[in-house]
């Protein structure tokens, strides 16, 4: 609170001292840059202290990386280098890529066997789970929950346990020895996992979406073609690349239900060419058996990692 004081008759008046030309600029200056800042720096005891919270971290991540990753480089590296006993014996080539190309059928045989199990086993596991998935997610039916638990109890059925009774199933269908009859062998195993990844798919979508679509005039299939179906592409790659991992590298099913040598699978050809010569194994031809085997799924996980982990954690955060 400021108090006026009064001035004497004949006293002189004091003033301020004049603050210069930067206290009252004129109209039109420019006003001078504010001073500053220094940068405010981290003490190092701070970043001490970080490195030392996240070296546990990268130690556990880099000792997973290596045990994982290390018996894939090994084999690759084994593939190429020379070994007594294979075609392979001096200096590093494709010699044991030579012996498995020419092992009884081929391995462009064996490879597009496996192709078409595979694939076809991808095609109806998702058409099927797509559509029971929905039917499970988006309709109230009497029974529905005890029908999905019953799906998912396929799954405590030991899988080897199954493959004599679908043999003798098949046999009365005439699809045994026969790569459709393995595919469907498979597409059933895969059903309970990837019917439950596309309900928890469906589920994390808000019904608003498909309610404003019914509104619009369509129809529940056109809702699910137009709608949903977009929606769920994270969860329908998902399913299909487990389902294309699985077939590709099953050895059980193919062993039990194909018995010509020219039907066979790559897993199952790799397994063979092990003793083709008085029991002695050629490590060289098995391990570029085995890094073929591997390459297509390496690349496919590469490609669609980021949408396999997003099909995951769908039914994490529901809309």
């Known amino acids: 609170m400021s108090t006026h004081v009064p001035t004497p008759a004949g006293a002189p008046v004091a003033t301020e001292p004049d603050a210069g030309p930067s206290a009252h600029p004129l109209p039109g200056a420019a006003r001078p840059a504010p ?21 546990p971290y990268w130690i556990f991540t880099g000792s997973l990386a290596v045990i994982f990753l290390f018996p894939l480089v090994w084999t690759a590296v084994s593939s190429v280098s020379p070994q007594a006993g294979t075609n392979q014996t001096d200096g590093w080539g494709v010699g044991n890529y030579r012996t498995l190309a020419d092992y009884q059928a081929g391995i462009w045989q064996y490879l597009a066997n496996s192709a078409f199990v595979s694939l076809t086993t991808v095609v109806l596991t998702l058409a099927i789970s797509l559509l029971g998935g929905y039917a499970f997610a988006r309709f109230s039916f009497p029974g529905r929950n005890i029908l999905f638990l019953t799906t998912l109890a396929i799954l405590m059925v030991p899988y080897a346990t199954m493959l004599i009774p679908l043999y003798v ?12 009859g393995v595919a469907l062998v498979l597409t059933m195993f895969q059903l309970p996992f990837s019917t439950f990844m596309m309900r928890i798919s469906f589920e994390a979508i808000p019904r608003e979406l498909d309610e404003a679509a019914l509104v619009d005039g369509c129809s529940s299939w056109a809702a699910l073609w137009r709608v949903l179906l977009p929606a769920v592409k994270p969860g329908l790659i998902t399913v299909g690349l487990f389902a294309f991992l699985t077939a590709w590298n099953d050895f059980m099913a193919p062993l039990i239900l194909i018995n010509d040598s020219d039907k066979l699978t790559l897993p199952l050809a790799v397994s063979n060419l092990r003793g083709q010569v008085q029991g002695v194994v050629d490590y060289g031809a098995t391990e570029a058996g085995v890094v073929v085997l591997a390459l297509p799924c390496i690349v496919l996980f590469l490609l669609l990692q980021r949408h396999y982990v997003r099909g995951f954690m769908s039914g994490a955060f529901k809309g």
């Open 35 to 55: 001073p500053r800042r220094r940068p405010v720096r981290r003490a190092p005891t701070t970043r001490v202290a970080g490195l030392v919270l996240r070296t």
């Open 169 to 180: 199933l098949l046999n009365e269908l005439n699809l045994q020895n026969s790569l459709i």
